[in-house]
């Protein structure tokens, strides 16, 4: 018996029975390898991508293997199978998907991938290697014959935190302590601001992405992960002897910072380094400390344009609400 059909029937392609539109329907988790070349170094990331597109409401569905098809077919054409912008691989990606879904007027690309790299690291004075999450994505927009493309680039790094406000209840206590045995106030001054003073300490997570116009400047991913990396009380790092341990415990109790803190000094890292780059350009800032003394954890978290960001920066929005 021949089981294959002269005439397959194209399911997707009929009328939807609910008449109501879907605004992300596609495919997630896509394992791909890609070879990445930058500044003279070639690196493999082992990525996932997902690929999705908005639905009319009168169509039951979309073709899903055309998703899947426009990745291996833009990933086989970009310069011999490696690229330099996981972003831009994205957006050709968005691109191609815009093409052959039919009626669909957005297409959204996201990936992540493990990136290792290099970094010189304060709390023990020279560099370490650690595995970072790279974050890449773009958003394509149809308009007639027209498709605006916005880029993505972001990170995920982690670190280490250390509580203000416990470390000042430890200065307060070690004062009264020290007083007590007779010491003077320049004495007690002296030793407070010598020694570093006990704090709770977090394991946090620090997540830049930053949102771009296709013909925008580039964003190394390198930088982003710079400023992630410096605005905890201390970066993580993989293997440290006795004395770089102490060095790094020093360092983080000389930095305290509440989950508040960091995503403020990221923002105006940001600020200063991207200064050139469109004004609505959008940065999206997620800091998460996972605490260590409490049951809870704390989150602070911020989306706002370049342009809104600099006005509060220089004082033009002080009392109003970031959006």
Known sequence: MNLNSKKLSDVQ???????????????????????RKRFGEYNELSAKIDVYVDLLPSKRGIHMSRNLEAINEVISTLTGEVISDCE??????????LSIQ????????????DYEMETHSEAIGRKKSSV????????AHKTGENITITKIIGAEVEGTTVCPCSQELSR?????????EGFTEEQID?????????????RSKSILVIEQPRDAERIELEDIIGILETSMSSPTHEV??????????LYAHQHP?????????????????YLNQPPETLICVKQINYESIHQHNAVAEVKISLKKLMEQLNGLEANEDNK
């Open 13 to 35: 392609s009929d009328e939807s029975k609910i008449q109501i539109g879907i605004r992300r329907v596609g495919v997630s988790d896509i394992p791909k390898i890609i070879r």
């Open 88 to 97: 831009e691989l994205c957006a050709q990606i968005a691109e191609k998907v």
């Open 102 to 113: 039919p009626g669909a007027t957005n297409a959204e690309v996201t990936l992540v991938a």
């Open 132 to 139: 970072h999450k790279l974050r890449a994505g773009a958003l």
């Open 172 to 180: 307060d206590f070690a004062k009264e302590k020290l007083a007590e």
């Open 190 to 202: 002296y030793v407070i601001e010598t020694i570093p003073l006990a704090s709770h300490n977090q």
């Open 240 to 249: 440290l002897k006795r004395k770089d341990e102490q060095a790094v415990v």
């Open 257 to 273: 910072a509440f989950v508040e803190d960091v995503v403020r000094s990221i923002l105006q890292k940001v600020s200063k380094k």
